[in-house]
């Protein structure tokens, strides 16, 4: 019986396992870094061929229908199955294959010779369909051509945006018009996809997780890098002697989000069933002159007594004070929270953040009362201050010690 002879490319893909075998067995010790770099570019491009090669062999696939053997109803199907590859990722691979196939040898030969990767290719797929059947043929090669070329000294993300203006380069008569459009129906896309998803964990912490447009996230990240950045420079920046900050940037951002929440104003938001948004905290007067007893949310939640008596000092809420029977002592921080001249005056004197080893700028810092109102204290410049963000919470938080400096400043020892 005459053995079926194999097809060449199986020799290619044997010699490949056998070479890759090699690599594995061959001892790194002596190889140096300029050896290492040079590898690791030329095992990059090989991959790259790989994957072109792989494309190649997948639009092929559908056309003798690899999957008959199988009874799969689709090649993108089989593929997954045979690969351990996910179905959304395998019919992803496949059209991108059967299109580069099919319409794109300027991408085909790019990717064959390494000079592309896998995810500048998707890109420039994409940004190649996204050009609509409106596009004259030989604008689409100019505009493929062009990109391939872009591909040696951009990355995928740069190519992203690049594709989008691809039609300035090639065709500007058209390229503004396109790019409307295509703006224009990636933000309608967008908005159907703005999602927000609170959960809280029963251990004090909520989690969350949100789909909102390109162009409210950058502003929501600009708004926290105003916060979480500034301070980022000035511990690692404005102080020779300061160390600098070890929190990593989810951290300091995450911060910045609480801070960012805990600074809007009721009058900036709607009202809610004829009330505003405002957060009653209800505690008792106890609390409020350095008791335990915790308060409570209107939303139902409970805060220690430490935060509120921070909150009480300077957050956007209404605090609810109860005497020993329950009735209310104050409601509202009106006479509590100095005015924008006292803020100017205390910026004028106190030129920022009044912690010892502190040297935050004044529009880091919220006014603190030396003599808490509740315990008799009034309002004042005399009697406030500037502290930051973080010292205010310090000032407020009953594990640390409090002591006024012959200069001026406030000193905080956490208790032993």
Known sequence: M?????????????????????????????????????????????????????????AHATEVRVEDHTGAPSTA?????????????????????????????????????????QDQTEVIVRALDDLGDGVPPQVRVEAEQTLVGFAREHDAKALRVLG???????????????????????????????????????QGCVHGRFTVPELHGAMFAKML??????????????????????RPSWERRGQAFVELIERMRDADLPDAAGAGATVVVT????????????????????????EARRLACGAD??????????????LGRTARFHTKPQRIAMILRD????????????????????????RGGHTSVERGRLLCWRHHRVAHDPTYLT??????????????
Request: aromatic share 2%; hydrophobic share 45%.
């Open 2 to 58: 005459t053995e079926t002879a194999l097809h060449p490319l199986a020799g290619v893909v044997a010699r490949l396992d056998e070479a890759i075998d090699d690599g594995f067995e061959v001892g790194l010790l002596t190889l140096g870094p300029a050896e290492t770099g040079a590898a690791l570019v030329e095992l990059e491009r090989a991959a790259n061929r790989l994957t072109a090669l792989q494309s190649k062999l997948l």
């Open 283 to 306: 505690m008792q007067v106890d609390t409020l002159t350095g008791g335990l007893a915790a308060a409570s949310l209107d939303t139902g939640h409970r805060i220690s007594p430490g």
């Open 164 to 202: 989008r203006r691809i039609l300035d380069v090639v065709a500007p008569a058209v390229g503004e018009a396109r790019e409307a459009e295509l703006l224009a129906r990636e933000e309608r896309e967008a908005a159907a996809k703005i999602r927000l998803m609170l959960r809280e964990d029963g």
């Open 77 to 117: 199907v089989w593929f997954a199955s045979a690969t351990a590859t996910t179905r959304a990722e395998a019919h992803r691979r496949v059209r991108a294959a059967v299109t580069i196939d099919e319409q794109y040898d300027a991408l085909a030969a790019a990717g064959s010779s390494g000079a592309v990767s």
């Open 225 to 246: 890098d105003a916060i979480a950045s500034p301070r980022r420079a000035h511990l690692r920046d404005e102080a020779a002697d300061a160390p600098a900050d070890p």
């Open 351 to 374: 030129g920022g953040c009044t912690a010892d080893g502190c040297d935050a700028p004044p529009h880091w810092c919220e006014a603190h009362h030396d003599h808490p109102w509740s």
């Open 317 to 330: 809420l209404v605090p609810a004070v109860l005497g020993t029977k329950s009735e209310v002592l104050d």
């Open 403 to 416: 002591e006024t400096l012959g200069t001026g400043k406030l000193r905080f020892t956490r208790r032993v």
